[in-house]
């Protein structure tokens, strides 16, 4: 301080000199002072200090000036000089303020031309900044250092200096609320900073541009700070017109400087285009705007595409103009800027060629036309004039597609938001759902109508919902101001775009109807639409446009504006001028319309209406046909809306009635029925009047249909009219019934003339006797309309009427009424006395002589039994059966047949039957009551009894007993299968005794039987027989043997296959399947590969068959085994039936093999089958019998299995029409081998097996009732089966004739695979006895009666004859087999039991014969197209079964072999028929299973029938649209399946779509989509329906649910499934999950989130699952509060895949609370904060904003458009109060996220890796700058809500 005293004490002397020598003194010391003298030691801080504090001016001048010479020689930092002088400046007086500022400005422009770069970590160290916060005094000397500042680094380049003072700027511009002095400065510095632009024509744009970018920082709270922001805009407006006149003058003019007058305007006009300005304005800145463009209109340059984007601007500006001022300024701007861009090469027909920017014009210039303005008029109307000429050439001109946007979107504005919804709408696919609308959101209330999506439909479609959603919640609800203030002007922006597509060529009628949805929305429209529409109607007519019909849709909205009552006076002025009488008459025709909807709005206009349609005026227009048409259709209107007003107009119903035009009488009778529906007017007085007056209606259809209308209301007083009725009913009757006319309208005519005869049931039930007294023979004539009809809509109506008789006469029918006489069957009578004649003496020798009758038909009854059910009676019981089956056994000869054994096991079981019976009866009262199941006890004490006797018998006797242990197992109930399980091992033992040839066959054929019927626990017992079968099938030497373990096999795989390999996670299930389809191919090869070994020519084919087989690992050891026992098989004399039971078993298999799938396999088989029939065999070049025995021995099993193998294709549909050729080729076979005399082994085989497998075949076509075949054919091969047993044959060619007899009557002999239905009832069928065809069984045909009772007379005295007892033992065995057959009603109950389907309560049978049913059921019964030549329409069939769907009951039929003829009508027939468009294939199956669905709980026949289409071999082969239908009808079949069989039907269809082979997953993916939703539907029907009774299967439903869940696409990738089939199927998925279990739900819905987030893969998993729990948060069936647990994981994934996750969430949310609301939005903003994913986060904001913003309707749904719309969106959000709550939080938390983005936008163009604490994923790199724009865009809007210092990093923010 010593050193620097005396110098610091000069500065005091009072001399200016002096004290600037000091100073100077002072400082020069300070450069040359040593280390701890220098300026930064504290005694040089003192000095300088010192100096700087004085109260000398010329001290405090000549410090700065030395303290910047330091610094500028380097002697003092930078840092420290600013710091010097800014401490000095705060403390010193206001005289030296500017002082201090010049030092340091010169010392900022030091700095900066040294380090270019030099920059401040904050805006308050900026010093410039500190300059102004702490002196008010230097705002002036500071703009004045500013403009130094850019004055003297200009060379250094702009762009840094402007770099360098944008945080002084923004921090000046941000200050101005907080400071009054701020905002002069502000409009000081930025006026001086735009004028210095002008001394720098080069550079000057820069400068303009900079300040441009800050006007979006200048605060708009209110009127005043809008003000600064206004004036700041003129000082660059001033400087843009001087910079671009010097660079025109000067020759400087480039693109980039027009581009900056662009961006100015944009930013100015920004100002006006938001619905949400408070301020106005509008008028300034358009004047701003003007000088823009006239400058350089004035300068001679030319129009440039970038003035659109000010087009648009404009036309939003003056969509929402309310001010006159303001109106004019925009019009005459635009008149401006379209004069001037059309006068350049913007010429109008080069514009015209695609859709422009001044088309928005179109309806707010309209709007102004109605301005009380003569200015404002004027220029609307210059403007619209230009445009009218424009819109001239756009008609006419091609319209240019634009082209597509590379990139991503620019940041939106409101008037860019408008273009761009324009330009979609346009150009863009009408039907795409990936660029969709938010509107869908608004319009979607009810998710289970519509869907998220809904049916895909363009915004136009779905702005007209919106609209009319809106006009209706206001008539409900008002709104709140908040509410409205958001909405206001919407409706105004919508109608400027929609009304531009008017002129679209596909969306025109579409834009019509939704301007007039917006007018209802907004009454504010009605005007500007009235004028719009009258501004169209010249356009169209003026151009002679070919849009006759937009045209026509535009005028037809006038009406709807007169809903208000201030425009219906408008809209009346409108229509009045074309009503004047010298009008056209088209434009009077069309006014009179108009005015009668103008009327249907508003009532005030009826009396203009009525002067209109006087009664007068249709004689003053008789010549003009169309207004007569017209005033009449108006007139039926007026009486049709509003009956009371159309009695006003009666006269005018009379005059049109009283017209001779067909078309306007037509309207006059409508017109008439209306009032007569009201009960305004009497019918039948009204009909007195003007009955004369009718023209003829068989010539004018359209006065038929017409009249029918009225007619239709005479069934009021029908009952009062009697005699009036009948002829108003025959009228009608008539009408429908005549054909003479042709053509739609008579159609029409003769559909309604039904249904009017039908309304007459409404109010009198005995309307049909009134018909039947009006119309003779009313039933016959109705039957015949009825079948001979074949036009769908006249059935439609037909079905009412007819529908509306059965009901009336089952509700009239005679109740007392005695059952008709039935028609008995002669051979009833003959098989009723058949016991008691050949069992008179009921002794033992009676069992012992006919050994095979009596297993069938003797009853022993022990004569001293008395019922006590002691322990000695049920001993006498047991000997007694015990004795009759050693007699049987020993006296029953199998003679090695495996036919006569299998005849046998089938005589057994009703044998084992009774005496189960007996045993069982006796053990109620002798066993105690803790035996809970005496059938097992009862059959566990046979079963040990006869094993007894077998082990000791003769083989003779062991062989039957053995087949009676079979029998025994065939009639066990479920419960006793623990002894079927003792009996199986006790013949598995036998069967492995090789010594034993007699125990072997035998054990092996009743080990067969009872495989297929074990119960489902003994699957191991099951597969250990197989295995056994299969092993001495190969193993054995004995060919009969084989044959036996053959047909063993055969039954034995009848049961495999019958369980799918279901769900996938089930490994024992799957396991099992497996196993089960792989023994069941090895059983295959098996049979066939001993076949072609005993029969060599079989090779060939079996060989093709086994290939359908692969080979197993023992495949090889098999083949090279059975060929090693076989290599010595020509001796097959005595071993023929060996070959034909593996025959037999071959042909039993067919059934495993279907239900595996193989259907293709089945076919095989049965062609190779039918191959080895001589004279069957079509294709055989030699049709004649086989000389070779093994070819004989194929024949034999051939002849057997074929009638088995053909009943089943036939049942399964998989028949061709060949059943004919089948029978001709027995026929012919048979007829060979009666003409041979032959007595050797072969022979007689052979054609014991054709008669008996003719027999078979016949009685399968037959019952089945589906094929019809000739009378003829059928009597000549019963006369060729009589002769095999009435001329001299051996004893088994005659029991083969005999049993062929019978098993075409349908006694089933030797079948024991009931593959084929069977009718319950020998009634005579009501047939014609003269028909020359027979279809049904023999029995009960009329036509062979006489046939059968013959042939049974005949047979029963045989079997009476003991002249030879092995023809009467024969023949008596066979009666006895068809006596069983329909008498045996115990062994049908054993059958019943142990189908899957519930029992079915016989009705009665008292139908009339001249009932409508019984002949609809007669009809249907008989009509057959291909034998009787006539052809019946399909839709006929159908339209009968509907009819008889609605009956009450049925008369007792066939109707099982009804409803599978009907199901096989359509497809024979469909190719005979006229093509019709409105024939679908399949709609008569369908009714077939809607026929069988109504009555099948009254009748079995249809109940087995539904059971047999759901048994899921049969399901898979059935064709799509059937599977949908009965999948869609699962409610119903739970009404009429038992529990378990719904437990099995749940079981089959979750097989049937997860199971890998089943058909489903052949169909392609559409077809599976339809499956899937069919089955949704079917089960949502379910669930709803579902009763507490009903829950046992419940969990059954839930599995299947759980399995289509799993199948449900997500994508429209996922199978190329499109997104309209997908939308569809999750419509109908969500409703049915809707309805299940809240618990179970939430299990399946939960999401996977934690798996994602430890790096899992199932994110296709966690998007399906979230998707179903938004869609069910939208019905109400999961809390809202499900789904906001997920958001957290969901905003924290890639963006890719999860858009459409996030549109459901949206979805979801969009009808949520306001609390909700704005929960979910601040917890978006929040989780952007953090996220790895950016994008995904914000997308999700963008969407929720969009939705909940006011601009919503205008807003289209894309991933990159929400993002970019946020600064539009998201501000809008905060006008409502309830959101402002939020406000503070929400925006400091985006700017905390936009910060973190602007940091990795910044370090990525840098070059390096964001490493923030929270990092971003390196997928989103690519959209970092982009993101960082829009984030910095959306907080600069809402940047009020965020404090000082928070805005001002923001606004300091430099974007990459």
């Known amino acids: 301080m010593d050193s620097y005293s005396l110098l610091l004490e000069r500065i005091r002397v009072p001399q200016p000199s002096m004290q600037r020598l000091a100073v100077i003194s002072i400082f020069e010391k300070l450069r040359s002072a040593p280390l701890y003298q220098n300026p930064d030691s504290d005694s040089g801080r003192t000095a300088i200090s010192h100096c700087l504090n004085s109260n000398s001016p010329s001290v405090v001048d000549q410090s700065v000036r030395e303290l910047c010479r330091l610094v500028k020689e380097g002697i003092l930092e930078v840092s420290r000089g600013l710091l010097e002088l800014q401490a000095a400046l705060e403390g010193c007086p206001s005289r030296f303020v500017d002082v201090f500022v010049k030092g340091i400005g010169f010392i900022c422009r030091f700095a900066f031309r040294k380090d270019p770069s030099w920059r401040f970590d904050s805006p308050e160290f900026h010093p410039f900044v500190k300059v102004l916060s702490c002196r008010t005094e230097a705002q002036s000397e500071l703009v004045n250092q500013v403009l130094l500042f850019i004055v003297q680094n200009k060379l250094i380049g702009f762009d840094g200096i402007l770099k360098f003072l944008r945080p002084f700027l923004m921090f000046s511009i941000l200050r101005i609320p907080f400071s009054n002095s701020s905002s002069s400065f502000v409009r000081h510095l930025i006026s001086s900073m735009a004028s210095l632009s002008c001394s720098f024509?080069?550079?000057?744009?820069?400068?303009?541009?900079?300040?441009?970018?800050?006007?979006?920082?200048?605060?708009?709270?209110?009127?005043?700070?809008?003000?600064?922001?206004?004036?700041?805009?003129?000082?660059?407006?001033?400087?843009?017109?001087?910079?671009?006149?010097?660079?025109?003058?000067?020759?400087?003019?480039?693109?980039?400087?027009?581009?900056?007058?662009?961006?100015?305007?944009?930013?100015?006009?920004?100002?006006?285009?938001?619905?949400?300005?408070?301020?106005?304005?509008?008028?300034?800145?358009?004047?701003?705007?003007?000088?823009?463009?006239?400058?350089?209109?004035?300068l001679g340059l030319q129009y440039i595409p970038e003035f659109g984007s000010v087009i648009t601007s404009l036309a939003v500006i003056l969509t929402l103009s309310e001010f006159e001022h303001e109106q004019l300024s925009l019009l005459e701007l635009s008149v401006f800027l379209l004069k001037w861009k059309y006068e350049n090469e913007y010429i109008a027909g080069r514009a015209a060629a695609c859709v422009t920017e001044e088309l928005l014009f179109i309806f707010p210039v309209t709007n102004l036309l109605s301005s009380p303005s003569t200015s404002v008029k004027a220029s609307a109307t210059d403007l619209l004039s230009r445009l009218e000429r424009f819109l001239a050439d756009f008609l006419v001109s091609p319209k240019k597609l634009p082209i597509a946007s590379v990139g991503f979107p620019s940041i939106s504005k409101p008037e860019s938001i408008m273009c761009r919804l324009l330009h979609h709408l346009w150009f863009q696919d009408q039907h795409s759902l990936s660029n969709s609308y938010f509107l869908k959101f608004a319009c979607n209330v009810t998710f289970e109508s519509k869907g998220v999506y809904g049916e895909p439909r363009s915004l136009i479609y779905q702005l007209r919902e919106y609209s009319l959603m809106i006009a209706k919640r206001k008539k409900s609800k008002p709104m709140s101001q908040s509410q409205e203030n958001m909405f206001t002007g919407i409706p105004l922006l919508l109608s400027s775009v929609v009304a531009i597509l008017v002129m679209h060529y596909q969306l025109g009628t579409a834009a019509v109807d939704s301007l007039a949805a917006i007018g209802a929305m907004d009454p504010k429209v009605g005007i500007p639409l009235l004028l719009t529409i009258l501004f169209y109607s010249k356009i169209f007519c003026n151009n002679g446009s070919d849009s006759h019909d937009i045209l026509l849709k535009l005028l037809g909205i006038l009406p709807s504006l007169a809903s208000h009552y201030v425009m219906g006076p408008l809209i009346l002025q409108t229509i009045f001028p074309m009503l004047h009488k010298d009008a056209k008459p088209v434009l009077y025709a069309t006014a009179v319309r108009l005015l009668c909807k103008t009327w249907e709005v508003t009532d005030r206009v009826f009396g203009s209406l009525q002067g209109i349609l006087q009664p007068k005026a249709f004689s003053d227009f008789i010549n003009e046909r169309n207004i007569c048409i017209s005033m009449a259709a108006s007139v039926r209107n007026v009486c049709k809306v509003n009956p009371d007003r159309g009695v006003d107009l009666i006269l005018s119903v009379s005059a049109c009635i009283k017209s001779r035009d067909p078309a306007v009488q037509a309207l006059g009778l409508e017109s008439l029925g209306h009032l007569c529906e009201a009960d305004v007017v009497d019918f039948y007085t009204a009909w007195d009047v003007i009955a004369n007056h009718v023209l003829d209606y068989s010539v004018y259809p359209i006065v038929a249909h017409g009249l029918c209308f009225l007619l239709r209301w005479g069934a009021m007083d029908a009952e009062a009219y009697s005699e009036a009725s009948k002829n108003v009913m025959n009228i009608l009757w008539t009408i429908g019934t005549s054909k003479t006319g042709c053509g739609t309208m008579w159609i029409k005519a003769r559909t309604l003339a039904f249904e009017s005869l039908a309304h007459y049931e409404v109010s009198l039930y005995p309307f049909v006797d009134h018909i039947r007294k009006s119309l003779p023979d009313f039933n016959k004539r109705n039957m015949e309309s009825l079948i001979s009809e074949d036009n769908l809509d006249v059935l439609g109506g037909m079905e009412r009427l007819e529908v509306n008789i059965i009901n009336f006469e089952h509700i009239t029918r005679r109740r007392l009424l005695k059952e008709k006489r039935v028609i008995v069957n002669r051979v009833e009578k003959l098989l009723d006395i058949f016991p008691q004649v050949m069992f008179s003496s009921g002794k033992s020798t009676d069992a012992r002589e006919l050994p095979g009758a009596a297993l069938l038909c003797l009853a022993l009854n022990p004569k001293d039994i008395r019922g006590q059910g002691t322990s000695r009676e049920l001993l006498k019981f047991h000997n007694l059966y015990e004795n009759a089956l050693m007699e049987i056994a020993e006296s029953l000869q199998l003679s090695r047949n495996i036919l006569l054994a299998l005849l046998s096991l089938q005589s057994w079981k009703p044998f084992m039957h009774r005496w189960m019976r007996a045993v069982t009866v006796s053990l109620d009262a002798n066993v105690p009551t803790i035996v809970l199941n005496k059938s097992s006890k009862a059959a566990d004490d046979i079963l040990k009894n006869m094993c007894k006797i077998a082990e000791e018998s003769i083989p003779r006797s062991a062989e039957n007993i053995a087949l009676a242990i079979g029998a025994l197992c065939k009639i066990l109930p479920p419960s006793a299968h623990a002894v079927a399980s003792t009996a199986s091992k006790f013949l598995l033992k036998w069967l492995y005794q090789y010594e034993h040839e007699h125990r072997q066959w035998s054990s092996a054929l009743s080990l067969g039987v009872i495989s297929s019927c074990l119960h489902a626990t003994d699957s191991m017992l099951k597969l250990q027989i197989i295995d056994g079968l299969l092993e001495v099938a190969i193993n054995s030497k004995s060919?009969?043997?084989?044959?036996?373990?053959?047909?063993?096999?055969?039954?034995?795989?009848?049961?495999?296959?019958?369980?799918?390999?279901?769900?996938?996670?089930?490994?024992?299930?799957?396991?099992?399947?497996?196993?089960?389809?792989?023994?069941?191919?090895?059983?295959?090869?098996?049979?066939?590969?001993?076949?072609?070994?005993?029969?060599?020519?079989?090779?060939?084919?079996?060989?093709?068959?086994?290939?359908?087989?692969?080979?197993?690992?023992?495949?090889?050891?098999i083949a090279r085994t059975i060929d090693l026992s076989c290599n010595n098989c020509d001796n097959l004399e005595e071993d023929i039936w060996g070959v034909a039971g593996l025959v037999l078993g071959l042909g039993n298999s067919v059934i495993a093999i279907y239900r595996a799938g193989a259907h293709d396999t089945v076919l095989m088989i049965k062609n190779i089958i039918t191959s080895w029939i001589p004279y069957v065999n079509s294709f055989a070049q030699n049709p004649g019998i086989f000389h070779e025995k093994s070819e004989i021995a194929l024949s034999v099993g051939a002849c057997l299995a074929l009638p088995t193998v053909v009943g089943f294709c036939q049942r399964m549909e998989l028949m061709d029409d060949d059943l004919d050729n089948l029978v001709n080729g027995y026929k012919a076979l048979i007829s060979e081998l009666l003409t041979i005399k032959k007595s050797g082994m072969f022979h007689q085989s052979l054609l014991m097996a054709s008669c008996i497998g003719v027999g078979n075949l016949l009685s399968c076509i037959l019952d089945e009732g589906v094929h019809s075949m000739k009378v003829n054919d059928v009597t000549s091969l019963f006369e060729l089966m009589r002769s095999s047993y009435t001329h001299p044959h051996p004893p088994t060619v005659h029991l083969g004739g005999m049993l062929g007899v019978v098993n075409a009557m349908g006694a089933g002999a030797g079948i024991l695979t009931q593959i084929h239905s069977r009718p319950s009832s020998l009634h005579i069928h009501h047939e014609q006895k003269e028909s020359s065809y027979i279809r049904g069984p023999i029995l009960s045909s009329p036509v062979c009666e006489q046939l059968c009772t013959s042939l049974m007379q005949e047979m029963f005295l045989v079997a009476q004859d003991l002249k030879d007892r092995q023809i009467q033992r024969y023949a008596a065995w066979a009666v006895s087999f068809l006596r069983h057959r329909w008498w045996s009603k115990e062994f049908q109950t054993v059958n019943v039991s142990k189908t899957n389907t519930i029992d079915s309560k016989p009705v009665s049978q008292i139908f009339a014969e001249d009932s409508t049913v019984w002949q609809l059921c007669l009809w249907l019964m008989d009509f057959n197209f291909a034998k009787t030549g006539t052809l019946t329409h399909v839709n006929t069939v159908a339209t009968v079964l509907r009819c008889l769907s609605k009956a009450p009951r049925l008369p007792d039929m066939d109707w099982g072999a009804i409803i599978r003829r009907c199901m096989n009508y359509e497809s024979p027939v469909s190719a005979k028929l006229m093509p019709n468009p409105l024939f679908q294939k399949g709609t008569l199956r369908e009714e077939c299973i809607n026929f069988c669905l109504a009555h099948a709980n009254q009748v079995s026949p249809l109940l087995i029938f539904l059971d047999e289409l759901f048994d899921l071999p049969r399901f898979r082969t059935l064709e799509l649209k059937l599977q949908s239908s009965l999948l869609c009808h699962l409610p119903d079949i739970i009404k009429i399946f038992s529990g378990s069989r719904l437990e099995k039907l749940y079981?089959?269809?979750?097989?049937?779509?997860?199971?890998?082979?089943?058909?489903?997953?052949?169909?392609?993916?559409?077809?599976?989509?339809?499956?899937?939703?069919?089955?949704?539907?079917?089960?949502?029907?379910?669930?709803?329906?579902?009763?507490?009774?009903?829950?046992?299967?419940?969990?059954?439903?839930?599995?299947?649910?759980?399995?289509?869940?799993?199948?449900?696409?997500?994508?429209p990738s996922d199978g190329g499934l499109g997104e309209e089939a997908i939308e569809k199927e999750w419509l109908e998925a969500v409703r049915c999950l809707g309805r299940a279990p809240q618990d179970w739900l939430m299990t399946i819905v939960q999401a996977p989130v934690m798996d994602l987030v430890h790096g899992g893969n199932r994110f296709v998993e966690v998007v399906k699952r979230t998707k179903a729990q938004s869609?069910?948060?939208?019905?109400?069936?999961?809390?809202?509060?499900?789904?906001?647990?997920?958001?957290?994981?969901?905003?924290?994934?890639?963006?890719?895949?999860?858009?459409?996750?996030?549109?459901?969430?949206?979805?979801?949310?969009?009808?949520?609370?306001?609390?909700?609301?704005?929960?979910?939005?601040?917890?978006?903003?929040?989780?952007?904060?953090?996220?790895?994913?950016?994008?995904?986060?914000?997308?999700?904001?963008?969407?929720?904003?969009?939705?909940?913003?006011?601009?919503?309707?205008?807003?289209?749904?894309?991933?990159?458009?929400?993002?970019?719309?946020?600064?539009?969106?998201?501000?809008?959000?905060?006008?409502?109060?309830?959101?402002?709550?939020?406000?503070?939080?929400?925006?400091?938390?985006?700017?905390?996220?936009?910060e973190r983005i602007y940091a990795w936008a910044v370090q990525l163009s840098g070059g390096n890796d964001f490493g923030g604490v929270e990092p971003i994923d390196p997928s989103e790199n690519s959209r970092s700058v982009w993101l960082t724009q829009v984030m910095h865009s959306t907080c600069i809007a809402l940047k009020d809500h965020l404090p000082f210092e928070k805005q001002l990093r923001l606004a300091n923010m430099v974007l990459p």
């Open 201 to 298: 024509p080069s550079e000057a744009m820069l400068i303009i541009k900079f300040l441009t970018g800050c006007l979006k920082y200048f605060p708009r709270k209110n009127v005043e700070e809008f003000k600064y922001l206004i004036y700041a805009a003129e000082f660059l407006v001033d400087s843009f017109v001087v910079v671009l006149k010097q660079a025109v003058v000067i020759g400087m003019l480039t693109n980039e400087l027009r581009m900056c007058g662009v961006e100015l305007l944009e930013t100015l006009l920004s100002l006006c285009t938001d619905i949400c300005n408070p301020y106005g304005g509008s008028e300034v800145v358009i004047e701003l705007s003007e000088r823009l463009l006239l400058v350089q209109k004035e």
């Open 1547 to 1611: 079981d089959d269809m979750f097989d049937y779509f997860c199971s890998s082979d089943s058909s489903y997953h052949s169909s392609n993916m559409e077809q599976k989509s339809i499956l899937r939703i069919s089955f949704w539907n079917g089960l949502y029907q379910c669930v709803t329906e579902i009763s507490s009774e009903n829950l046992d299967y419940l969990p059954n439903m839930e599995k299947c649910m759980e399995l289509l869940f799993r199948l449900l696409p997500v994508f």
């Open 1039 to 1117: 060919v009969l043997v084989k044959g036996a373990c053959g047909v063993g096999l055969g039954f034995s795989c009848q049961d495999l296959t019958r369980v799918e390999v279901g769900d996938p996670s089930n490994l024992e299930e799957k396991t099992s399947g497996l196993q089960e389809a792989t023994l069941l191919g090895k059983i295959v090869r098996v049979l066939s590969l001993m076949i072609s070994q005993l029969c060599p020519s079989s090779f060939d084919s079996l060989q093709s068959l086994c290939e359908n087989f692969p080979l197993g690992k023992d495949g090889f050891h």
């Open 1671 to 1794: 869609r069910l948060v939208m019905i109400g069936c999961v809390p809202v509060t499900e789904l906001g647990k997920l958001k957290a994981y969901l905003l924290n994934t890639g963006s890719d895949g999860m858009w459409s996750v996030l549109i459901e969430v949206v979805a979801a949310v969009q009808h949520a609370e306001d609390g909700i609301k704005r929960q979910w939005v601040l917890d978006a903003v929040e989780i952007s904060c953090i996220t790895k994913y950016p994008s995904t986060a914000l997308q999700f904001l963008g969407l929720l904003s969009s939705s909940f913003s006011s601009y919503m309707p205008l807003l289209i749904l894309d991933r990159d458009a929400v993002l970019s719309d946020l600064p539009v969106t998201f501000p809008s959000l905060f006008l409502d109060h309830s959101w402002k709550a939020i406000a503070e939080t929400v925006v400091q938390n985006l700017l905390v996220s936009t």
